[in-house]
């Protein structure tokens, strides 16, 4: 089995548009598809971690332009968060995976408290960690949360599932020329101002040599091909030298 994986722990980002389909909300199809396409990697020995975003219920900054107090709404976003990831650790226990959920907000009744030692030692025992409500800290968003756990808990790789399968110098959806690039560097990605993540999340990558690979959830086997050290998606990493 261990000859069948480029990776023996990686972090997952999954947006929360991810678990709503073709919509907003929460899809049940989905996220059971979710959980199956993790099975897969999981069952090749790969230790999972998962940061799940809010964005398919609330994003901060939208409902700030609403006029709510920014770092409440926030606060709000870190707790759909929580949603997310409970559904998503209920579809993955009915797929046959131990799993625990921690949060960057204590919240005791309902998941444990995020510890890195405890987060480390459920990983190396098989455990799915679902790392939920963000960072713990407004004005931040869940894909600097992922970065942030993915160093923390020495990832070797954070996979950032989309829509799309990679990164490209145009939205490929309004622009069929737009090009996708299979390898990237951060400086580019930044100086491009590439959507690849927010600006804090590709840095902190970049600062710590996180290798990420964008990726399309939706394309089944994605996830597993990469396992398997296949080429899909686009890698973001130091090593290119120019835009390919
Ligand atoms: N959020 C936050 N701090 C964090 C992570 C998330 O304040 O560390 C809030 C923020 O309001 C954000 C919302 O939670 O808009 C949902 O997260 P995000 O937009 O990153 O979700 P995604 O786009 O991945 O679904």
């Known amino acids: 089995m261990a000859a069948e994986r480029k990776y023996q722990r990686i972090l997952l980002k999954l947006s929360g548009e991810a678990l709503g389909g073709q919509g907003f909300g929460i899809d049940a199809q989905t996220v059971q598809r979710i959980a199956a396409e993790v099975k897969r990697v999981h069952a090749l020995g790969v230790e999972v971690a998962m940061v799940i975003g809010g964005g398919n219920m ?73 790392l939920a409500a963000g960072s713990g800290n407004p004005f931040f968003t869940t894909d600097t949360a992922a970065a942030l756990r993915a160093v923390e808990l020495n990832a070797q790789v954070l996979l950032k599932a989309t829509k799309v399968d990679g990164i490209y110098d145009d939205d490929p959806v309004k622009n069929c020329y737009a090009r996708k690039f299979d390898e990237i560097g951060y400086m580019q990605a930044l100086n491009m101002g590439l959507k690849v993540m927010d600006s804090t999340a590709l840095s902190l990558c970049k600062d710590n040599n996180m290798p990420i690979i964008v990726f399309d959830l939706q394309q089944e086997g994605a996830l597993e091909a990469i396992m398997r050290g296949e080429k899909c998606g686009t890698l973001v990493s130091k090593d290119v030298k120019e835009p390919v």
């Open 58 to 130: 609330w994003r901060g900054a939208d409902a700030a332009a609403t006029g709510i107090d920014r770092a409440t709404a926030d606060y709000v976003g870190m707790l759909a968060t929580v949603m997310n990831s409970l559904i998503m650790q209920d579809a993955m226990e009915k797929h046959g995976m131990a799993t625990r959920v921690q949060t960057a907000i204590e919240m005791p009744p309902v998941a444990e408290p995020f510890i890195r030692r405890r987060a480390v030692r459920h990983l190396e025992k098989g455990r799915v960690v679902i």
